[in-house]
């Protein structure tokens, strides 16, 4: 689960070209909800079935963990530690494997992207560092006999893809809508266990995460410009003229 600056708020950066996430609110991130989403469907046919979420962040990306848990599910595992701060995808795909070797797993569901970095590399990062398959971006699934089973949307075809237990699964927004936390389930989950380790927990050295262990840098980062009024075709007999003119224009057509 990712803790996320709020996509619809004007958001800032700071002197080293990363999100300034002390000037807005952060939250889950909508596209981890769908993971959640699918954990807890799973679960429901499976009375076995335990579902642990997993961040890293500093101390509010407690919120995160607390808004799943009160969307279902039994437990949450926070990894905090200031050494982190700063790391790519690289280092956090590190931090993660570590406290899901820690915890121990037979599924790892993600989100197929995060709509912060929206790079979408995390689950294929996890899959090669706990050396198990990685089904991703799936628009639906179902496990049966040790196996996941999905469905795949591309720009030209349709497939379907597989891979055995365990692995790591992302899918999309198109997996299924989210459910929204009852009043029972918050209610529960200030409740449910939530453990808080740091690197040493894990065995991780500080250089191998944050900007000392990182293996990408930002060089610049501009902020997205203003929207621009929109321009109004009148329909006075002739509106398909001057819309197919502007659309040309525009080299939409």
């Known amino acids: 689960m990712k803790h996320v600056p709020d996509a619809t708020a004007d958001r800032t950066f700071t002197e080293a070209g990363t999100t300034d996430r002390a000037s807005v609110d952060s939250l889950l991130s909508e596209l981890d909800e769908y993971a959640v989403e699918q954990a807890l469907r799973l679960a429901e046919s499976d009375p076995d079935a335990e579902i642990s979420y997993l961040t890293v962040g500093p101390d509010d990306a407690r919120d995160a963990l607390r808004k799943a848990l009160a969307m279902g599910g039994d437990a949450a595992i926070h990894v905090s530690d200031e050494d982190i701060e700063g790391s790519d995808a690289f280092g956090t795909s590190l931090v993660l494997a570590k406290a899901i070797e820690w915890h121990g797993f037979d599924l790892v569901l993600c989100g197929m992207a995060s709509t912060d970095g929206t790079m979408g590399v995390l689950p294929a990062l996890l899959a090669e560092r706990l050396d198990v398959p990685a089904v991703t971006h799936l628009e639906d699934l179902a496990i049966e006999d040790g196996t996941v089973t999905g469905r795949r949307e591309g720009d030209g075809a349709t ?40 690197l040493a927990d894990l065995g991780i050295e500080a250089a191998q995460v944050g900007s000392a262990g990182a293996r990408t840098a930002v060089d610049t980062a501009t902020r997205r410009p203003p929207r621009t009024k929109g321009e109004i075709v009148a329909d006075e007999g002739t509106g398909g003229i001057g819309l197919a003119a502007f659309l040309t224009a525009k080299k939409f057509i």
Not at 166 to 191: E, Q
């Open 159 to 198: 497939v379907r893809i597989q891979g055995a237990l365990p692995a790591v699964v992302s899918v999309t927004d198109r997996s299924g809508d989210a459910r929204y936390p009852s009043f029972k389930g918050i209610m529960a989950a200030k409740k449910k266990p939530l453990e808080t380790l740091d």
